[in-house]
């Protein structure tokens, strides 16, 4: 009897010691919920931030991280039902939910090429007087980009127009070198500080060039006119690059965006933008940009991310899609595709777009 009675009080503190850890299990999976949860949910209110306080320090580069938090928003409810936080868990659900709806988006087209398009792609050679054209952006990181493979790319892509970012003289010369003017002959290439600059290279003549249609305080933005459907269409082109949002600079960030902006009351052109824009669509001043007349092209074609930055930091991934080709009322864009070019912090992305 003494025996059993000895077993039986063993028994229990070893069931009592397994709860023990049980509930301190449990507070760290509740903790940690917490914690996480915490900043999901920071993160999801700050791409909702209006455009007054997008400038605020740091501010900028938190949003930029806005898809990301959903994964951390999943794991924060997961811990949480787990841990029986249920308050929680719900302010996470409703996190989620305000991901996919701003997400969404990316994987559902509001606007498909027409059948004309694929047909125009797959020809031997670029037709420069049909209403298609496939277009590509890149930021060149100063120079440094691999200018022979952004030449491939070109003549692998049919390319017609293409807009460079941080170009300098000697990647100027470098390109040359590599065969640009094979495939597009045509370039205008304008610096504010002598040093880099942002350029424009055509299949067809530029019309009208100028060295910063946009007046920006940022960089020189040059712009030109590229004809189609026979010559009876003109769209405007510019190569854009605004100012980073990097400290000392956060107010300059906002306002090379709020004058792309005023891009919107041009109404005597219909323009596409490409270029490195320093901002995501989730930043305010951006989707301002766009206003109801403009469209980031990576979310109407619906074909999912196009994270362009940073492509030189192996084995971390691209995260941030700072790239974009806009275009005016009645261009359709699509065949979104991203491509890596050594030498360069970000990747060339690239879409075939469709004149009406």
Same mark, same amino acid.
């Given at each position: ?8 009080k063993?028994i229990?503190r070893g069931n ?10 449990g507070?760290m999976m509740?903790?940690l919920?917490a ?6 949910l920071?993160?999801?209110v700050?791409r ?7 400038a605020?320090p ?12 959903a ?9 949480s039902l787990?841990?029986?936080r249920?308050?929680?868990a719900?302010?996470?659900?409703l996190?989620?939910a305000?991901?996919?709806?701003w997400?969404?988006?990316f994987?559902?087209p509001s606007? *498909?090429? #027409?059948? /004309?398009?694929?047909?125009a792609m797959s020809t031997a %050679? ?6 298609? =054209?496939? $277009?590509?952006?890149m930021?060149?990181?100063k120079?440094?980009a691999?200018?022979a493979?952004?030449?491939e790319?070109?003549?692998d892509?049919?390319v ?10 000697d990647?100027?010369?470098?390109l040359?070198?590599?065969?640009i ?9 304008a ?11 055509? *299949?067809? #003549?530029? /019309? ?7 007046? %920006? ?6 712009g =030109?006119? $590229? ?5 009876k269409?003109p769209?405007?082109f510019v190569s854009?690059h605004t100012?980073a949002p990097?400290?000392g600079?956060w107010?300059?960030w906002r ?15 219909r323009y596409?933008?490409m ?13 301002e940009?766009?206003g109801t007349?403009f469209?980031d092209?990576a979310?109407q074609?619906?074909?999912g991310?196009?994270?362009t930055?940073?492509a ?15 275009t ?7 065949r979104?595709?991203?491509r890596?070019?050594?030498?360069s912090?970000?990747a ?9």
């Amino acid at each position: 009897m003494a025996a059993a009675k000895g077993v039986r009080k063993t028994i229990a503190r070893g069931n009592g010691r397994g709860h023990g850890a049980g509930k301190v299990w449990g507070r760290m999976m509740g903790a940690l919920a917490a914690v996480l949860s915490l900043v999901a949910l920071l993160g999801t209110v700050a791409r909702e931030l209006p455009g007054e306080v997008a400038a605020v320090p740091y501010l900028p580069i938190v949003v930029s991280f806005t898809p990301w938090f959903a994964l951390i928003a999943l794991v924060a409810l997961v811990l949480s039902l787990v841990s029986k936080r249920w308050t929680t868990a719900l302010v996470m659900v409703l996190c989620l939910a305000a991901q996919a709806w701003w997400q969404y988006p990316f994987f559902s087209p509001s606007a *498909t090429l #027409p059948e /004309g398009a694929a047909h125009a792609m797959s020809t031997a %050679s670029p037709n420069p007087i049909d209403a298609y =054209a496939r $277009v590509m952006t890149m930021n060149v990181y100063k120079g440094n980009a691999d200018a022979a493979r952004i030449v491939e790319l070109v003549r692998d892509e049919r390319v017609e127009v293409l807009a460079l970012q941080e170009t300098s003289a000697d990647f100027v010369a470098r390109l040359e070198r590599a065969g640009i003017k094979q495939y597009l002959p045509y370039s205008k290439v304008a610096s504010s500080d002598g040093v880099f600059g942002n350029g424009l290279w055509s *299949t067809t #003549p530029l /019309g009208d060039p100028v060295d910063d249609e946009v007046h %920006s305080s940022a960089s020189f933005m040059p712009g =030109a006119t $590229v004809r189609f459907n026979d010559g009876k269409t003109p769209i405007r082109f510019v190569s854009v690059h605004t100012t980073a949002p990097v400290p000392g600079y956060w107010g300059l960030w906002r306002k090379s965006i709020d004058e792309l902006g005023m891009m919107r009351g041009r109404t005597d052109a219909r323009y596409v933008f490409m270029g490195d824009f320093n901002a995501t669509y989730d930043h305010a001043p951006f989707r301002e940009f766009l206003g109801t007349r403009f469209t980031d092209a990576a979310r109407q074609s619906g074909h999912g991310f196009t994270f362009t930055w940073p492509a030189d930091k192996s084995p971390l991934p691209r995260f941030a899609g700072i790239d974009h080709i806009v275009t005016d009322q009645g261009i359709v864009a699509g065949r979104m595709e991203v491509r890596q070019v050594a030498g360069s912090d970000h990747a060339a992305l690239l879409a075939t777009i469709a004149i009406s």
